[in-house]
């Protein structure tokens, strides 16, 4: 008769680079019997949804995390009593109380296992004899990396934890902690983290000001924005977030907590618009010979069953007039000092969905044929609408499109999906008097916005894109003299 024995399964390293994850729903309960791989539950991160499968063949135990919670990386979230001969799937054991491997380490023969546990992606995070997950290295979007050091504990303690969302602003003001160096920090300073002391610097607060109502005195960023605010926010704390619930009926006010997708995307846009010097240039086309080619195009039999739109078109065109100016397919490494031009194209469409802004790209998307591009951009967009975008899709964008034309918005000045150089907002089409062939005519016009970071991109260069790329809308047949 085989023993059996508890397995914690502690929250995975989603191979995204950020420390927390909301649990939206449990699929299981205390007592259900699980199987390899089963989905146990929905998560999100600050980038997407994703559905997480047990480790483990065996009961659930214990949910240690209830639906709704934001949970650290590393942290129990599920226990499962598993059968002593099938508790380690390929080799790999959990966790919990009473764990065994052979091949661990005589002096204690749980840490091998406690190490390396089975997840969605490979393996997670490393356990360190301290009990917490040992940090990695991480990037943000546009490939700026974070270095991060193992903290010794009694520093550890000391110090908030940040999340991705939080670090994005002041990702250039962030560097490794050194424990000696934190501990002189402490003595000289507030205690606070890098992030909160750039907002504080941002917003012109002398931290010695502030009141800290964190862990062992620790400064926030709410406490730095509450005294922004003024007095009357002040000792407001907890009690302020805490009515964040949606509110009952009657109510003046309705907060919503600021989480998942939008804090990413609001931090993001945060560090783009303040660290790439944005220009913005605007051309107004007569795309009447492009919808007159998609029209035509829809009644060919080889294009039956594909969605066809402008949005198609003008994905294709981009791509078409960036062989040409290639200056607007990089980034700006700063760490590095360098500048990257990019010899690929991962195209990045902003998408509305119901949890916020995301941007998913098409990978190598200048290789694809104008039907593969038609395939990729469905299931891009839908797969962006029902949140279940892959982490893998939602980074390593070089240059995006946001189509406000849906919307009826004619332009705007978009800004710059962070590490890209470009962004291009597609207004809607519309009938509107125009001089064609030296007569008065109604013709379908569509505006263009163009913003780049001038770091990379001089005035002229993304003129001549832009010019590129309102002569293939105009008059697709322009395409022959180009590539």
Known sequence: MSATMIKEFRLP???????????????????????LNQVIAEVETAKAVVELPSPFAGTVAAL????????????????????????????????????????????????????????????????????????????????????EATVEPAVEAAVEPVSAAEALPAVESMAPFAAQGERTAEKERPRSTPPVRKLARDLGID?????????????????????????????????????????????????????????????????????????????????????????????????????LTPLTIAAKAVLIALRRNPTLNSRWDDRAQEIVQFNYVNLGIAAATP??????????????????????????????????????????GTISITNIGVFGIDAGTPILNPGEAAIVALGSVRKAPWVHNDELAVRQV?????????????????????????????????VMTMI
């Open 64 to 147: 240690h995390e209830q639906a709704g919670s934001v949970v650290e990386v590393g942290k129990p979230i599920v226990s499962f009593e598993v059968d002593d001969a099938g508790a380690s799937p390929s080799g790999v054991g959990g966790t919990g109380a009473g764990a065994t491997s052979e091949g661990a380490s005589a002096e204690n023969p749980a840490e091998t296992a406690a190490k390396r546990e089975p997840n969605l992606v490979g393996y997670g995070a490393v356990v360190e004899r301290s009990g917490r997950p040992a940090r990695r290295q991480r990037t943000f979007a546009g490939g700026v990396a974070e270095r």
């Open 13 to 35: 390293d989603l191979g995204e680079g950020l420390t927390e994850s909301e649990i939206l729903s449990w699929k299981v309960a205390v007592g259900d019997t699980v199987t």
């Open 207 to 307: 931290l010695e000001m502030v009141k800290g109502t964190g862990p062992r005195g620790l400064i926030t960023r709410s406490d730095v924005q509450d005294f922004a605010a003024g007095p009357q926010a002040q000792g407001a704390g907890s009690e302020v977030h805490a009515a964040a619930a949606v509110g009952a009926s009657g109510e003046r006010e309705t907060r919503t907590p600021i989480k998942g997708v939008r804090k990413f995307t609001a931090a993001a846009m945060v560090q783009s618009a303040f660290t790439a010097p944005h220009v913005t240039e605007f051309l107004t086309v007569d795309v009447t010979p492009t919808m007159e080619l998609l029209t035509r195009l829809k009644a060919r039999r080889e294009f039956a069953g594909y969605k």
């Open 355 to 396: 949890r916020g802004l995301t941007v998913p790209n098409i990978k190598d998307a200048d290789r694809m044929t104008l039907l593969e591009l038609s395939t990729a951009l469905s299931a891009l967009t839908d797969t962006a609408r029902s949140g279940k975008t892959s982490p893998a899709d939602l980074t390593g």
């Open 446 to 478: 569509m505006s263009l916005s163009l913003s780049f970071d001038h770091r990379l991109v001089d005035g002229e260069q993304g003129s001549k894109f832009l010019a590129d790329l309102g002569a293939i809308l105009s008059d697709p047949a322009m």
